[in-house]
Nanobody, 115 residues
Framework: QVQLVESGGGSAQPGGSLRLSCASS????????MGWYRQAPGRQRDLVAK???????SYADSVKGRFTISRDAAHKMVYLQMTDVKPEDAAVYYC?????????WGQGTQVTVST
């Protein structure tokens, strides 16, 4: 069983920055990948960014160049640095961990973008 706890959501103005954190209950190298998804009201949950066990990262086209996923294995943490945020980035952000055949999810953290 993997438990994930997100923190760091909140409000930012357009062009501003936020950093999301996700704490894993297990060694992150035991997982195939970790990532961030987001879901806006009435929309499906979409992948934002992910990092695999080898450290390879990938991003949704909409956030490339603005968001950065990183990890601190010693502290079992994964981060999402969000810069130049846009109104369309507003959503509930979920931390995800994948291990063969299963997905684990955090409880989600709200990100709002407003002037």
């Amino acid at each position: 069983q993997v438990q994930l706890v997100e923190s760091g959501g909140g409000s930012a103005q357009p062009g501003g920055s936020l950093r999301l954190s996700c704490a894993s209950s297990v060694n992150i190298f035991e997982l195939n990948s970790m990532g961030w998804y987001r879901q806006a009201p009435g929309r499906q949950r979409d992948l934002v960014a992910k990092i695999n066990v080898g450290g390879v990262t990938s991003y949704a086209d909409s956030v490339k160049g603005r968001f950065t996923i990183s990890r601190d294995a010693a502290h079992k943490m994964v981060y999402l640095q969000m810069t130049d945020v846009k109104p369309e980035d507003a959503a509930v952000y979920y931390c995800n961990a994948k291990i063969i055949g299963y997905d684990y999810w955090g409880q989600g953290t709200q990100v709002t973008v407003s002037t």
